[in-house]
């Protein structure tokens, strides 16, 4: 089992900055891409940035030269530096990764999702 924990959500004001992480854990042999997606009230879950394994990024154009992702140097865990926030950026943020388990089975695992609410 691999396990994704987020954390850093909350309340911020328009321009203001937040940062997320989200923690893999569990039966993790490798772990080749980690990003985040968001979920707005009523609408579809989206794409926000992606980190992988070899170094490359990758973001929404909604989020390009605002926000920052990065990953710490086992690799397990991923950040989302998230500047100049906007209301429309107010969402459920979710950490994914896909990878291979201990076993050697490829796996696509979600985190339980993190509040962001920017205020005007």
Known sequence: QVQLVESGGGLVQAGGSLSLSCAASGTILRLNVMGWYRQAPGKQREFVAVSF????????????????????SAGNTV?????????????????????VDWTGRPGSYWGQGTQVTVSS
């Open 53 to 72: 394994s070899g170094g490359s990024t990758n973001y929404a154009d909604s989020v390009k030269g605002r926000f920052i992702i990065s990953r710490d």
């Open 79 to 99: 950040y989302l530096q998230m500047n100049s926030l906007k209301p429309e950026d107010t969402a459920v943020y979710f950490c994914n990764a896909d990878g």
